[in-house]
């Protein structure tokens, strides 16, 4: 039941991806700044909001292309949630680096969603309760609508490492 309300919610999202205003930014009293909320793309990424640190860590990192061969044929049919916080100094540093792996591998950015939350990890007009998102970003791999997988905050080795562990798991089981 809850693989299926979550396909159920991922199609809500990316209904909402054309009905819903991107990129939107509100000023946050906790933090005492500007921050991106609800649905977001690259382009919110490289704004004044966030684009210093996006274009800082993207530039950067150096995935190691070893991996990126292996990663790139084990990406079919696979789409990626990215919950983040603009506030967040661990999205700062991760997004920019996942975007690098996306661009080496020819991801389709059609397969990845990103969502911006507040400090009480809400999306405001959207309701991501079903992801139980305690910390960002969070990384959600899918497969035929079900999460094959997900990096949380910081990877456990590196972004390539991690992410070819969930898709090697996945292939094999």
Do not use: H
């Not at 209904?15 to 509100?26: A, D």
């Amino acid at each position: 039941m809850k693989k299926i309300t979550l396909l159920l919610l991922i199609c809500l999202i990316s209904g909402l991806v054309y009905s819903q205003e991107k990129n939107k930014i509100i000023f946050d009293t906790i933090c005492n700044k500007d921050i991106l909320i609800g649905i977001c793309d690259r382009a919110g990424l490289k704004s004044e909001v966030f684009g210093e640190y996006f274009s800082e860590e993207y530039s950067n990192y150096k995935p190691k292309s070893s991996l990126i061969k292996k990663i790139k044929p084990k990406l079919k049919n696979i789409e990626i949630v990215c919950i983040l916080g603009t506030w967040c100094g661990d999205s700062k540093e991760q997004v920019g680096r996942f975007y690098k792996i996306l661009d080496k591998i020819n991801f389709n950015e059609k397969n990845l969603k990103l969502i911006c939350v507040d400090r009480s990890k809400r999306a405001r007009q959207i309701d991501i309760s079903e992801f139980e998102i305690e910390r960002v970003p969070t990384f959600i791999f899918l497969k035929n609508g079900k999460e094959i997988g997900r990096i949380i905050e910081t990877p456990k080795t590196s972004l390539e490492k991690d992410m070819l562990r969930i898709l090697d798991f996945r292939i094999k089981n």
